[in-house]
């Protein structure tokens, strides 16, 4: 991979394990729009970058040498090397290896925490399309405006004072309590998310599944997609019945062995695992 930075953008060029759409529709993160010329939008990190990619390159932008070191390097986990990881994962599985020359391009995100958690609570029982509007219209109330159509994702401090009924009012639904928990628990430290990166997985988990709302599902896409938790395999209703349509011959499989196998059969890289595999059935239309 090769960095050639510019006056406010930075080009990708020698790469073959990023695809942009690819990880930015695989489900991991809301934040983001697509323009009809294919220029993905991404607000994070108290950021707004766009991202155009060609055949040949990528292209960060409006993004200074300083902010792509600094941020979009670790968020985009650029210094992983994911030919190695499929590699690993797919070898000796036929399964897999379809997966990975299907979706090669997708890289797991190190996303900011807190939005992760929250996101993650306002995902359950919720489609794509719900979800960003929830984002969006959260961000808008609490969060600081970066335009007159948007703002970035409010920290804890911005909700510390937002009830219940201000969160139904976005359209959170039964989530609304879910969140109202969550803030107050972190809020009064019972909860640190800032020490859960050096627990262990299991012990993050458990923290993390002290607040209400927050089942397994939620707590390992937390870990995965904003704690460096690599090992988790999240398994909602889609991803279970992926797996067990490739590898339990379509047989109903409890969630708890399903994330038994992955830790056997994958290990350290079972994250990674999951996220091809879901989007190659999903996008293949196999039965899921």
């Known amino acids: ?21 690819e990880i930015l529709e ?10 009809d010329e294919g220029t993905y939008r991404i607000i ?20 200074t040498a300083a902010d792509f070191d600094s941020l979009w390097y670790n968020y985009f986990d650029l210094g992983t090397d994911y030919k190695k990881i499929k590699e690993i994962i797919s070898k000796d599985d036929p399964v897999m290896q379809k997966a990975v020359e299907y979706a090669g391009g997708i890289r797991l995100l190190n996303q900011e925490p807190f939005e992760t958690l929250i996101s993650f609570i306002i995902s359950q029982n919720n489609n794509i399309p719900r979800i960003k509007g ?13 335009d007159e159509n948007d703002s970035f994702f409010p920290d804890l401090a911005a909700l510390a004072n937002v009830k219940n009924e201000d969160y139904m009012s976005l359209g959170t639904g039964f989530r609304a309590k879910y969140l109202c928990d969550c803030t107050k628990k972190l809020l009064n430290k019972e909860i640190d998310l800032s020490a859960l990166s050096d627990m262990s997985a299991e012990d993050a988990k458990k923290e993390l599944l002290k607040i209400k709302g927050v089942g397994p ?3 390992d896409c937390v870990l995965l997609f904003s704690l460096g938790k690599r090992d988790m395999y999240p398994v909602d209703v889609w991803v279970k019945r992926v797996t067990e349509l490739l590898y339990f011959d379509g047989k ?12 056997k059969k994958w290990g350290k890289y079972a994250g990674y695992a999951q996220q091809y595999l879901f989007y190659y059935a999903r996008s293949e239309k196999l039965g899921v």
């Open 1 to 21: 991979m090769k960095i050639t930075y510019y006056d406010n953008r930075v080009e990708l060029t020698d790469t073959n394990d990023f695809n942009i759409t």
């Open 26 to 35: 695989c489900g991991q993160c809301f934040r983001f729009t697509r323009s």
């Open 44 to 63: 994070a990190l108290d950021r707004v970058l766009d991202i155009r990619q060609t055949a040949d390159k990528i292209i960060f932008s409006p993004c």
């Open 134 to 146: 929830i984002i969006s219209r959260l961000s808008k109330a609490y969060g600081r405006a970066f």
């Open 217 to 219: 599902k939620v707590a």
């Open 252 to 263: 109903d499989t409890p969630k708890e062995e399903i994330s038994a196998f992955a830790a």
